[in-house]
């Protein structure tokens, strides 16, 4: 059932657990949940589409390094970010859960291991249990039999979510499952106390005009995103000093993102093989992305100087590329039932800018599951890179400016090491650079500054959006927010899902690694439940 709080009041029916947020680790738990048999409620600041005034909420104070994501990667909206994201899923490597030298001194309370079903789960949920991976037959054979010999490295194949949207991958159950009540315009504006602290009572709600209610549960999960679960504790903190919480130092630091930055040019030396092995691949509906990583470590492999992660993919720029984003943004409205914003003259001015491309991409898509691209512009390699964690890196409150509801806004304080990364990517484009030559795949020209190391380099690194920390895990309230199971230290009902409790970031986008938790605190909750 979905209320909104412009038209009818909450249900006064007593909830199991509330969700904050309606996003995509929220309405997985929630649905989750509801199969259980438990009753819940999500509570979503936006509407059922995005909505200036809502968005409005996402304003915060940037200081530190610039920071895009934090203003154009938050969607206040039914679904979340998911209305925003491509889909694009991979998981962590069991490296990123132990400590690193120079990365981490500590490894996460949780092992791959443990976690590893719950990948399993989330790909069964979102239906991608038979898509492929490096490791199916069927992907090899996309490769001519077997996968390319790039010494040093690993070739893996990222999955694309059909329906990226969660609000409308889970649209039945949303609307119509009898024991999960969606709230929208219900902004979360502070946690209400037991006087001990220890359990949180309600969650203060503000509706559109300002008035406010109380939405209680037994148990209450912050799935509301990395900067809004940080900005709500932190608030909290400031009104009530039993919050177990307050002057806990990990409370809103930590935080991380991805560095993207172009680390050279590639000029194929094979052009039909390596495009055969970089193209994105199209099979069965679902879209797949090659990519490189180091090799994990053992005999032969390459060790990286720190060990922070990086992954590199190859960006193909071409004369038709504005008319084939175009033609995918109106196939997609299509296929979900709504008509194109573009009319007839922009879809034939399209149609037309495709040029001779159409029959090697026909070909291609047959022939080889490939999504082809001329590339007439050049080819680049891409780096995603992981950013060394820092205590200092971290959100606060600026008591300076409020959002519309009275609410302090966020501070963003992002920072990197700087020389740590710089010296990982440069490796990483060197080794990468040496392999493809090796394999008679391309050459790769390495960036000039970050060739050298030059800390210049580092300008033309952008944020990735993938927001991480604020509520690491930890072995101990001195070491993090939340325990192995996600639990508020010193609480006994708030919890907190989402990338906000990762220690380090990996190479990944986080949201598949977020969305196993997520899956793995369903079924702590209903462990809870039965005892």
């Known amino acids: 059932m979905i209320i909104d709080l412009n038209h009818a009041p909450p249900p006064e029916t007593a909830q199991d657990v509330v969700i904050v947020g309606g996003g995509t680790v929220a309405l997985l738990l929630a649905v989750l949940l509801e199969r259980q048999g438990q009753r819940v409620t999500v509570l979503e600041s936006g509407g059922g589409s995005f909505e200036t005034p809502a968005q409005a909420l996402n304003d915060a104070t940037v200081v530190g390094r610039a920071h895009s994501g934090i203003a154009v990667a938050r969607g206040r909206a039914l679904g979340g970010t998911s209305n925003l994201w491509g889909g694009q ?19 996460w309370p949780i092992t791959y291991d443990e976690l590893l079903p719950w990948y399993e789960a989330v790909a069964k949920e979102l239906r991608l249990a038979d898509a492929l991976d490096e490791h199916t037959p069927q992907a090899r054979k996309l490769f001519g039999g077997g996968y390319p010999d790039i010494p040093g490295f690993t070739l893996f194949l990222t999955r694309w979510l059909k329906e990226p949207a969660m609000a409308r991958h889970f649209r039945e159950r949303l609307q119509n499952a009898p024991n999960l009540t969606v709230l929208l315009h219900a902004h979360a504006t502070g946690l209400d106390l037991s006087p001990d602290g220890e359990r949180v009572s309600t969650v203060r709600v503000a509706r559109p005009d300002g008035s406010l209610t109380a939405i209680a549960g037994q148990r209450v999960v912050l799935a509301n995103g990395t900067i809004e679960i940080a900005r709500l504790l932190l608030a909290c903190a400031a009104e009530q000093p039993q919050a177990p919480w307050v002057g806990n130092p990990w409370v809103g630091a930590g935080f991380q993102d991805h560095l993207e930055m172009r680390g050279g040019r590639v000029h194929p030396l094979d052009k039909p093989r390596f495009l055969r092995t970089f193209q994105n691949i199209v099979l069965g509906g679902h879209k797949y992305q090659p990519k490189l990583r180091l090799a994990s ?38 296929r979900r039932g709504a008509l194109p914003r573009q009319g007839l003259g922009e879809l034939l001015r399209h149609l037309r800018g495709m040029g001779s491309a159409w029959l090697p991409m026909v070909v291609q898509y047959l022939r080889h599951h490939r999504i082809h691209n001329p590339a007439d512009r050049g080819v680049w390699l891409v780096m995603h890179a992981e950013q060394l964690p820092r205590h200092d890196s971290r959100i606060t409150l600026d008591p300076q400016r409020k959002d519309r509801f009275g609410m302090p806004l966020a501070k963003l304080d992002w920072r990197i090491g700087g020389q740590p990364e710089l010296r990982a990517m440069a490796g990483f484009m060197r080794r990468i650079g040496d392999s493809l030559q090796a394999a008679g795949l391309a050459r790769v020209e390495i960036d000039a500054l970050l060739a050298n190391e030059d800390t210049r380099a580092l300008d033309q690194a952008t944020d990735t959006y993938h927001q991480c920390g604020g509520a690491r895990m930890g072995h101990h309230a001195r070491d993090g927010v939340v325990d192995r199971d996600l639990r508020v230290f010193g609480t006994r009902n708030l919890y907190v899902a989402g990338a906000a409790v990762f220690r380090t970031s990996s190479y990944a986008n986080p949201t598949f690694t977020a969305m196993a938790f997520t899956a793995r605190l369903a079924e702590q909750l209903r462990q809870e439940a039965s005892t």
Do not use: N
Not at 92 to 102: H, I, L
Not at 300 to 328: C, N, R
């Open 89 to 107: 899923l991979t998981g962590f490597v069991p490296s990123d859960f132990e400590a690193r030298a120079g990365v981490s001194d500590a490894p």
């Open 297 to 334: 470590a053992g005999a032969g492999a390459l060790a990286a100087d720190p060990a922070l992660q990086v992954t590199g993919y190859f960006a193909f720029e071409s004369s038709i590329g504005e008319h084939l984003q175009h033609l995918k943004v109106m196939a997609r409205s299509l």
